[in-house]
């Protein structure tokens, strides 16, 4: 049971190790975008200097005071001990693609709705078309046949005559505007 402990914990040692080890070799820059880049791998050649945040091997520790002095005893000290800026640039907070995408999309809303009301103003000026000459035609004192359920060919009364004229000037008033 001993010697099974013992090499479960040096096991996990060298993991633990190991993954120190690879944390290490980790590159972080940021990209001409603004988004941190982590790798294994160097960034590219047009990549920046100061955009580089992490070299692998090279570690951002600060000094270390002396025990018993403290970064407050002077003030040379203190701007040893300070900590250094980040060089990374100022982020908008607003992803530049999600703009674009965001920004086509409207656009592309947009002209729907266009395509929509376009649609829908030619069927008004058709029926605005057919109503004039409906009530044209009811107008002119002609008379005016139907055809009933039978088949059959019948004229208008005066009572129909003027319920047809009052529903065709009801169409022409809604959409002759």
Avoid: Y
Avoid at 38 to 45: E, N, V
Avoid at 109 to 124: D, F, G, L, P, T
Avoid at 163 to 177: L, M, T
């Amino acid at each position: 049971m001993d010697f099974k402990h013992a090499s479960r914990t040096l096991v996990l040692a060298l993991a633990g190790g190991l993954f120190a080890l690879a944390a290490m070799g980790q590159w972080q820059w940021i990209d001409k975008d603004g988004r941190k880049v982590f790798s294994d791998r160097a960034p590219p050649a047009d990549i920046q200097e100061k955009n580089i945040l992490r070299h692998p091997g090279k570690t951002n520790q600060l000094p270390i005071a002396p025990v018993g002095e403290t970064a407050a005893d002077s003030p040379a000290k203190a701007a040893v001990i300070a900590l250094p800026k980040a060089s990374a640039p100022a982020l908008s907070g607003k992803d530049p693609q999600l703009e674009a995408k965001k920004k086509q999309a409207e656009e592309e809303e947009a002209a729907k709705r266009r395509v929509e009301e376009e649609k829908q103003a030619k069927a008004r000026a058709d029926n605005c078309d057919r109503a004039k000459k409906g009530l044209a035609s009811f107008q002119s004192g002609v008379r005016i046949s139907v055809i009933n359920a039978k088949g059959e060919r019948e004229f208008m009364d005066d009572a129909a005559r003027a319920a047809e004229v009052k529903r065709i000037q009801a169409i022409a008033d809604s959409d002759c505007k």
